[in-house]
């Protein structure tokens, strides 16, 4: 499984001290749900055939919600399971050892507390470091601390992630700025809190605040994003078709087409429409029908115009299926095409938002890695490419996309209402 440094932001450590009457996956699926990004199954009292039962419980609601699930220490049990990786402390088998055992696609975690450790972890394979105590816990009573120094040392001197550990808490965690670190693996601030939920979104919300800060740029979708506009693209597709004179329009050509870049859309009117039309021309003619409304009538939602200004300092641009002359009409009337280093459309790019090109593309002309940039959508299908493709994803609440709230919430690193609350 192929580590996104994104997935480090809360790494969730299994702990069944404080379980009572629950269930261990019950917990991991409500911790998830609410904002965990990796979860680890740490299980020092069970025997093998226990740990191996719970495991494949944890594993199942791990890969259905495409979050990565390591076994702690025990390299027998990661491989029965399957798990993704394994993660090992510095007086268990040394880490070349584990990688020769595991396999290269396998994610490799070592705990580390100096900068030696460190760098011959990385040297032996390691996927992500795991460093700490941070401050002192009660998890690992024989864990000493480390200092600010060290770790940020420790985060200067490797090029894998590095998630801190020991002892974090809603209360310290953003003593942790300016350490370099991915995000922050916690135990009791979870698992200790009568609601691992609220807690879960609580810590979620302030490891955002604390890394989200080495973002160097956007990549924005203009229609129900920056623009609110996808009420004239929800009809323009039936509009188009009843002027033509078809007749047998689909009750659910909205949703047929909504995921489908203009010349997608021309192509599926030629095919299963029945018009006898060039594609190229099926998308001027369309582009005619909404084009007054990108030169007169389309404003900005709500809080684009604050947050673009807030954040203008970074690298910007535009992705959109939307043909790029219209883009630019409306960006000149609103006088927001400043803020905004180019667009690129799907038409330009050969694909639509199905496809990772755009945001691949779009990040390689702002000069910026994967792992620098933030994708800003209010699409579903969009927002699922984007995280495919390893980027950091915020939905944006749109009426059009009502239905697919729900889902976006839950595939994207951060849902909101507009762009007045995203925090990063």
């Avoid at 965990?36 to 609601?61: H, M, N, T």
């Avoid at 974090?168 to 370099?180: A, P, Q, R, V």
């Avoid at 605040?209 to 740029?217: D, E, F, I, S």
Wanted: glycine content about 6%.
């Amino acid at each position: 499984m192929k580590l996104d440094k994104n997935s480090m932001l809360l790494y969730v450590v299994t702990d069944r001290s404080w379980l009572g009457e629950n269930q261990i996956e019950k917990q991991v699926e409500e911790i998830i749900q609410s904002g965990a990004s990796f979860i680890q199954l740490r299980e020092k009292e069970l025997g093998f055939e226990e740990f191996v039962s719970v495991g494949k419980k944890i594993k199942q609601i791990t890969a259905e919600n495409n979050i990565p699930f390591v076994i702690n220490d025990d390299i027998e049990v990661a491989l029965a399971l399957n798990a993704d990786g394994v993660h090992v402390g510095q007086r268990d088998m040394h880490a070349k050892n584990v990688r020769a055992l595991i396999g290269e696609d396998k994610i490799l975690g070592v705990s580390v507390q100096t900068v030696e450790q460190a760098l011959l972890a990385e040297e032996h394979g390691a996927d992500y470091l795991g460093v700490g105590a941070v401050f002192s816990t009660s998890t690992k009573n024989d864990a000493d601390e480390i200092s600010f120094e060290t770790l940020q040392a420790i985060c200067k001197a490797v090029s894998i992630p590095v998630v801190a550990i020991g002892g974090i808490s809603e209360k310290n965690i953003m003593e942790l700025k300016g350490t370099g670190i991915d995000g922050v693996a916690v135990v009791s601030a979870i698992f200790a809190k009568p609601d691992v939920a609220a807690a879960t979104k609580e810590l979620r919300h302030l490891a955002l605040k604390l890394v989200g800060m080495k973002r160097k740029g956007f990549i924005f979708d203009l229609d129900g994003t920056l623009l609110d506009s996808m009420a004239a693209w929800d009809n323009v597709g039936e509009e188009y078709l009843t002027h033509k004179g078809v007749e047998d329009i689909p009750r659910n050509i909205r949703e047929i087409l909504k995921p489908k870049s203009l010349w997608e859309a021309a192509e599926y009117f030629i095919e299963n429409m029945n018009l006898s039309l060039p594609p190229e021309q099926i998308v001027d003619e369309i582009n005619l029908l909404i084009e007054e409304k990108y030169k007169f009538h389309f404003n900005t939602k709500e809080g684009v115009l604050d947050f673009l200004e807030a954040n203008k300092h970074l690298k910007m641009c535009i992705a959109t299926a939307t043909d790029k002359p219209l883009v630019e009409h409306a960006l000149k009337r609103l006088e927001i095409d400043h803020y905004f280093d180019f667009i690129i459309t799907s038409t330009e790019v050969g694909n639509s938002k199905q496809n990772p090109d755009i945001f691949i593309n779009a990040a390689e002309k702002l000069g910026l890695a994967v792992d620098e940039v933030v994708v800003v959508e209010d699409a579903l299908h969009a927002i699922v490419t984007a995280k495919s493709a390893g980027f950091y994803t915020v939905g944006v609440y749109e009426t059009a996309f009502e239905k697919e709230s729900a889902e976006i919430k839950q595939i994207a690193d951060i849902f909101i209402d507009n762009l007045n609350n995203l925090e990063l």
